[in-house]
């Protein structure tokens, strides 16, 4: 009789272990990055929904009352609110609305993280809180324009998101002027593509949509990088061992890129999510007004938020944002 070979019990053993930690090892990495294409993919999908919506808006100013008495107390805000009702909710489908005080009936999370993932912040329930430099004295006083300091509603999609609306109904539709960005604001949406369910992320879960002038409205959606480059570079160079602002994002990735004028608007506005609520610098757009060393290009001031062009042979920082 020949004698048959099999696996012992203690090498069935040993392999079923060696697998399990390797399972553990890897299955975690696996599934995050799954759940970043994931969101990547819903991420684009409300973006293109949202700037569809925006673009059948004759007007995003002047829905809702926001008014304050001579101590500059507010006797009446239903601004937010309004504007869901009465505008958004005729061309987006919505599930639910939720006023200002009731964002979590909404699915609003009461925290989330930010983008660089150091500190956990109070989710912003008005303007102030969003960013306390849009309503910095003549920063949100201008010529053409206000910011108006009134609470965010909120409302779920028919599609999970859930969404908290920062609206200012006095905004302008100055696209050109050098100017404040706060001036020309109407919307932010702070989103949370599965509600309240972790991990509450800006960059993962959480992120920002931004619609600029009340009339021929720009809807954009960034997703940031989660750091600078090492230091400020011009928009231009001819030298080719300077590296300039657009090759820095090539060299932090190739998925990365230089903001536009209103992206790196979006940036100001959010910048407590992504933890430059403290910058003070300006940083290059791609937007270019005319070419060459000796052209200007936007740039976007995180100090008060001013929009202006500078030389292109100056130098700025750069913030990066996905492709």
């Not at 300077?242 to 992206?263: F, H, V």
């Not at 976007?300 to 913030?319: A, E, I, K, L």
Request: net charge neutral; charged share 20%.
């Amino acid at each position: 009789m020949k004698k048959k070979k099999g696996f012992t019990l203690a090498e069935i053993l040993i392999t079923l272990a060696i697998i399990g930690i390797v399972a553990a090892i890897t299955l975690p990495s696996l599934l995050v990055n799954v759940n970043e294409k994931a969101w990547d993919a819903q991420k684009k999908a409300l973006h293109a929904r949202m700037a569809q919506a925006i673009g059948q808006m004759n007007t995003l100013g002047g829905y809702g009352t926001y008014t304050e008495d001579g101590d500059g107390a507010v006797t009446a805000d239903t601004a937010a609110e309004s504007f869901i009702l009465d505008a958004l909710s005729k061309v987006y489908k919505i599930n639910n609305v939720c006023g200002p005080d009731k964002l979590s009936s909404c699915g609003i999370p009461s925290k989330i993280t930010t983008l660089d993932a150091v500190s956990e912040i109070t989710f912003p329930t008005k303007m102030s809180e969003l960013n306390s430099k849009l309503l910095n004295g003549i920063h949100s006083k201008n010529e053409d324009g206000d910011m108006a300091d009134t609470k965010a509603a909120a409302f779920e999609t028919v599609n999970g998101e859930s969404i908290a609306v920062f609206y200012n109904p006095l905004c302008s539709s100055d696209t050109t002027t050098v100017n404040y960005t706060q001036n020309k604001m109407c919307v932010n949406f702070i989103y949370d593509l599965n509600g309240s369910e972790g991990p509450n992320q800006v960059g993962k879960d959480v992120g920002f949509i931004t619609a600029f002038y009340n009339r021929n409205p720009v809807v954009v959606a960034p997703v940031p990088y989660n750091k600078d480059y090492t230091q400020p570079v011009p928009s231009y160079t001819a030298n080719s061992q300077t590296i300039d602002a657009s090759s820095a994002c090539k060299a932090q990735g190739e998925d990365l890129r230089l903001p536009d004028k209103d992206e790196a608007s979006s940036l100001y506005v959010n910048s407590p999510l992504i933890n430059l609520g403290a910058s003070t610098y300006n940083y290059w757009t791609s937007s270019i007004i005319s070419l060459g060393a000796t052209g200007s290009a936007w740039g976007q001031g995180f100090s008060t938020g001013f929009r202006s062009p500078y030389s292109r042979s100056g130098t700025n920082y750069v913030r990066c944002i996905k492709k």
